[in-house]
């Protein structure tokens, strides 16, 4: 089936400095990917909607300054936490549709990054 | 965005039938209903998606009411390793780019 890999899988960084996070379809072009953030024991919050050769489509109340995507081929997208707090401290899942597959295809994830920022 | 209710959290024995409901009464007409589950500390995993009529897999029924406003996966033998957390989501396509907004979800235990 489908794989998204996520990278890397887990991160520890000081408060002010910068992370990217990386995911990539391995079997199939993405054309649209989406970030998650996940809190403990909370559900998955939609941050963003990454379009291939354009600009992500944020959420309300996600500051697309400080979580920068970037989708410039098929296969990747990136998202950098940039000046990481405390607060910025989550899970981070990314998600892409095989479009290949139809408009309604199932969204096929990551493993997740699970960021610390101290 | 069309919503999803879930019951926080349910119990099953091993082996039994779990019946997971989802009610979604504000669905529009071009709505999927998607299932995901996901494991702690691992990113959703697909289960089972449908529009209008009844959908079998390898992994779960799901049962679509008539009327659309309420679904229900079933696990027809659950086992140890369907512990998880069951999201029903609604594919948003009148927003156009199809995005999934997962609700709450339902925990489910399942007991030896």
């Known amino acids: 089936g489908a794989v998204v890999s996520q990278h890397p899988s887990w991160v520890i960084c000081k408060s002010g400095t910068s992370v990217k996070i990386e995911c990539r379809s391995l079997d199939f072009q993405a054309t649209t990917m989406f970030w998650y953030r996940q809190f403990p024991k909370q559900s998955l919050m939609l941050m963003a909607t990454s379009n291939e050769g354009s600009k992500a489509t944020y959420e309300q109340g996600v500051e697309k300054d400080k979580f920068l995507i970037n989708h410039a081929s098929l296969t990747l997208s990136t998202l950098t936490v940039t000046s990481a707090h405390p607060e910025d401290s989550s899970f981070y899942i990314c998600?892409?549709?095989?479009?290949?597959?139809?408009?309604?295809?199932?969204?096929?994830f990551g493993n997740g990054t699970r960021l610390t920022v101290t | 965005d069309a919503k999803t209710t879930q019951p926080n959290s349910m119990e099953s024995n091993e082996e039994e039938p779990v019946h997971l409901p989802c009610n979604h009464s504000?669905?529009?007409?071009?709505?999927?209903i998607h299932w995901y589950r996901q494991l702690p500390s691992q990113g959703p995993e697909y289960v089972i998606h449908?529009?209008?009529s009844n959908v079998n897999n390898r992994m779960a029924s799901l049962a679509i009411a008539e009327d659309r406003k309420s679904s229900t996966l079933i696990l027809h033998r659950a086992t140890l390793r369907d512990a998880a957390v069951y999201y029903c989501?609604?594919?948003?396509?009148?927003?156009?780019?199809?995005?999934?907004?997962f609700g709450t979800g339902t925990r489910l235990k399942v007991l030896a």
């Open positions: 989501i609604l594919r948003d396509a009148a927003s156009g780019t199809y995005k999934y907004i």
């Open positions: 449908g529009l209008t």
């Open positions: 504000t669905i529009s007409g071009t709505d999927y």
């Open positions: 998600s892409a549709p095989d479009r290949g597959r139809g408009d309604n295809s199932p969204l096929h």
